[in-house]
């Protein structure tokens, strides 16, 4: 039965989903979880994003999720952004409905977790430039697409393992993703993403665009140069009024080994205005292109 639905009565976790059958737990966030499964018809193993159930009874949480499914797949499989292979909505006998994301499941760790085992300290300089680039590429394709990503973060960008040794970057969870044309829900009201990498014009739930995504990126870049994060609080809305009246941390850009155009570079991203920012993903890539060059040189 295509929309088989089987949970374990003990945890009131999904035990089968259709034709996937739950292999286990692979992680867990705000808009839901993620499980490793089996697909029996085609046998082989995915993951799957199931929302919360509690929040498919939100229209706006349901259609959020529902529009990560579109914008992902409008990107036709870019190398630096997660892949979705479907999108499924079960209604149950209850009234609730259930909705998850296929997708493949990925080799490697996240850059939160790989700035975790850095303990501290800055990631060597050519891994920065190196995560930095795929990124942006990966930022270009979404923009390219008049998608704002919202929640840029370590936690959302995956080094992917591959078998010739190499790291392929892929950016993960678009729950928050919008087209920049969503009226409706810029006038929600609602400030969405993570606060210590929110843009100062997002944390306030004023209209966002693409200068949003740039803004968490350069809290990315900075989080690599430095092991640390540049706006802290402790709490969110003292994370976010920092992000919008601090300056930068005096000190931050004295380690000799990234060179001036890489702290600039950081700099320019986390400009208070959305204008005084580089103006694009492309803009980001050329920067990160010509920093690649002279450290080859």
Do not use: C
């Not at 997002?202 to 949003?212: K, L, M, P, T």
Request: charge should be neutral; hydrophobic fraction near 45%.
């Amino acid at each position: 039965m295509p929309d088989h639905v089987e949970f374990n009565h003990a945890t009131g976790t999904p035990h089968r989903l259709a034709q996937f059958l739950i292999l286990g737990e692979l992680g867990s966030g705000g808009m839901g979880t993620v499980y490793r499964a089996k697909d029996e018809k085609l046998g082989n193993v995915v993951a799957l994003k199931l929302i919360r159930p509690e929040l498919s009874k939100d229209p706006s949480a349901r259609e959020r999720f529902l529009r990560e499914a579109k914008a992902v797949a409008a990107l036709r499989d870019h190398d630096h952004i997660v892949t979705v292979f479907s999108v499924h909505e079960i209604a149950l006998e209850d009234g609730r409905v259930l909705l998850f994301l296929v997708m493949p499941v990925l080799q490697g760790e996240s850059l939160q977790d790989r700035i975790l085992r850095a303990k501290g300290k800055p990631l060597p300089v050519r891994e920065q430039v190196a995560i930095a680039r795929q990124i942006a590429r990966g930022l270009v394709a979404a923009h390219d697409e008049g998608l704002v990503h919202r929640d840029i973060k370590p936690g959302n960008i995956w080094l992917e393992a591959r078998k010739d040794g190499s790291t392929r970057v892929k950016i993960l969870d678009f729950g928050l993703v919008r087209s920049v044309t969503d009226a409706q829900l810029t006038a929600s009201g609602v400030a969405m993403g993570t606060p210590a990498f929110m843009a100062p014009e997002q944390g306030i739930s004023s209209e966002v665009d693409h200068r949003a995504d740039l803004w968490s990126l350069g809290v990315v870049l900075f989080q690599m140069a430095t092991g640390r994060l540049p706006f802290l609080g402790a709490h969110t809305l003292e994370i976010l009024h920092n992000a919008r009246t601090n300056p930068l941390p005096q000190g931050w850009n004295i380690d000799a080994s990234l060179s001036r155009e890489q702290y600039e570079l950081i700099e320019r991203l986390l400009q208070k205005r959305p204008e005084d920012r580089l103006s694009s993903a492309r803009d980001v890539l050329a920067s990160l292109l010509a920093i690649l060059v002279q450290k080859s040189g």
